[in-house]
């Protein structure tokens, strides 16, 4: 199953990769890494594991979190989503999407949505 990443509600498709998929940015006011790595699966987007090279506001450990490499791992509570809207704000740095070993930054200020994909009818 693939990943989509679309501008606007889902109107102009921008992205397509294979999942699993990588998403990072930096934390707007302190300045760390964050990294979430999420899977297409039937039941929508699963949130596979969050990755934090700091702590700040907005960024709370649930109590199974573990620090390794310098990175705070964890797996957040969440149900499958059916999409994900990315808060692309143009005074951040933006984000980062990673797939098969290729990233490429994506436009800021563009609201974007994450899904799982349509099946290829081909």
């Keep these: 199953m693939d990943i989509c990443l679309a501008a606007g509600l889902a109107t102009t498709l921008l992205l397509r990769a294979p999942s699993p ?5 930096e934390h707007s006011v302190e300045h760390f890494q964050i990294e979430e790595e999420w899977q297409a699966q039937p039941a929508g987007l699963v949130l596979a594991e969050t990755r934090s090279r700091g702590l700040g506001a907005g960024v709370a450990l649930p109590d199974d979190a573990r620090l390794a490499d310098g990175w705070w791992r964890f797996r957040p509570a969440l149900p499958p989503q059916p999409q994900v809207r990315l808060a692309n704000s143009s005074f951040g740095a933006g984000y980062r999407w990673c797939a098969q070993g290729r990233c ?6 563009l609201s974007l949505t994450m899904s799982v994909c349509p099946e290829d009818p081909r």
Excluded at 21 to 25: A, D, K, M, V
Excluded at 104 to 109: D, K, S, T, V
């Design 21 to 25: 998929i990588t998403l990072s940015w």
């Design 104 to 109: 490429q930054w994506l436009p800021a200020g």
